[in-house]
């Protein structure tokens, strides 16, 4: 008989551990499919390798399945370790570049399989094919994504627009993501680029960065320094969420941009007057922070029903609410283009849009950007990212 006295797990931690546990099936059978693929391409699928070849490929791909779920969780989850972040990050875009582009060389293996390619050298040339284009896109995509955004243009014509607002220049960033990889030189050069395009506003709609105001604050304060004549304007997006809504609210505040928390402000011009309105993310309210959620009637409220209306909301989706309210114009990023192809077909699946000017209603329209910065794994295959300016036009 033991003198220690028994461990008794208590019912509820223990269905909360079931739950965890349950939670990573479906994590652990996606993990099995993005690596399963390639390792059969490059390694198994009639490529005849030596012994030493198919141990070492096969411990990368095992190392590879236990280091990205360990880095994503380290780096993301409660302890929020940069470095973790960084790698995990880097891992996860490289797994999916690797997936799709093993998943295409299927059509090469079958090309020279009718040119009558026998193995071991048809596979071998599959395999060879597929390392060769990952490398390479994973190269382009890391300096696509590391370097200044291109200034895209686009007239918007708006019937209600006053003609003292013909030619009015709204100059608009998003999805800076400010997060584990320090960008504040690449954040300062924004700024710069932003200042050049001789904006009327300047709008940031959400995803500002990925933390806290204290551990990003580096890499956000150049954008103190962006000009706009009539305004600079900001929204939260989904991100911040993750961390602290309201203190990059404040943040912003403090250095001199209007934080648009379900309000708006009027802008003048010419003698005509524009309302330009913000909303919280469609994921504020379900956020739990307290005050927070997608309200637009609060942002019109005491509003000229006469008057046109510019609307920042994050995710395209929030649409819908803006066309039944008679909005003139939304703009929003979120969808970063899908970021890394084809990842902007299953972004389709929950946006109405994923990229440019589309039409909603009989009077909205909707300017969707594909970000200015990125998100995670730090590339950008097939979707650049840019900063947009819009020039409104009596219409």
């Known amino acids: 008989m033991s003198d220690s006295p028994s461990v008794q797990v208590k019912p509820d931690e223990h269905r909360r551990s079931r739950r965890s546990w349950l939670r990573l099936i479906p994590v652990f059978a996606i993990m099995l499919i993005l690596l399963g693929v390639p390792w059969w391409t490059l390694l198994a699928a009639g490529t005849q390798w030596p012994v030493p070849v198919m141990v070492v490929g096969t411990l990368l791909f095992a190392a590879t399945f236990i280091g990205l779920p360990t880095a994503m969780t380290w780096g993301h989850g409660r302890r929020h370790l940069d470095w973790a972040a960084v790698i995990g990050d880097a891992l996860l875009g490289a797994v999916w570049v690797l997936f799709v582009w093993s998943v295409l060389a299927q059509l090469l293996r079958l090309a020279l399989f009718v040119a009558g390619v026998d193995d071991p050298a048809r596979s071998r040339v599959v395999a060879g094919a597929v390392i060769a284009v990952v490398a390479a896109l994973l190269v382009w995509g890391y300096t696509e994504a590391m370097r200044l955004p291109r200034a895209k243009h686009v007239d918007v014509p708006i019937a209600r627009l006053g003609g003292g607002l013909d030619g009015l220049r709204v100059v608009m960033i998003t999805d800076t993501h400010y997060g584990p990889i320090n960008r504040a030189r690449w ?27 204290e551990i990003r604050e580096e890499q956000v304060k150049p954008l103190a320094r962006a000009r706009g004549r009539l305004a600079r304007v900001y929204v939260t997006g989904n991100h911040e969420y993750f961390s602290e809504a309201q203190g990059w609210l404040d943040y912003m505040e403090t250095i001199g941009w209007d934080s648009l928390h379900n309000r708006h402000i009027v802008v003048e011009r010419g003698g005509d007057e524009l309302i330009v309105a913000g909303v919280d993310d469609a994921t504020a309210q379900a956020s739990g922070v307290d005050g927070h959620g997608a309200n637009l009637d609060a942002a019109l409220a005491d509003s ?83 900063i947009t300016v819009l020039t409104l036009r009596r219409g």
């Open 304 to 386: 000229d029903p006469t008057l046109p209306v510019l609307l920042l909301a994050h995710q395209p989706k929030q649409v819908g609410s803006a066309a039944n309210a008679g909005v003139d114009l939304q703009i929003s990023g979120h969808t970063h283009g899908g970021q890394i192809w084809p990842f902007n077909f299953l972004v389709r699946l929950e946006q109405p849009v994923v990229h440019g000017l589309s039409s909603h209603g009989g009077r909205t329209q909707l300017y969707t950007s594909r970000g200015t910065g990125f998100w995670g794994p730090p590339f950008r295959v097939f979707a650049p990212s840019e």
């Open 187 to 213: 954040s300062a050069a924004v700024t710069d680029r932003v200042n050049e395009l001789d904006a009327d506003i300047v709008c940031h709609v959400g995803d500002l960065a990925d933390g806290t105001v």
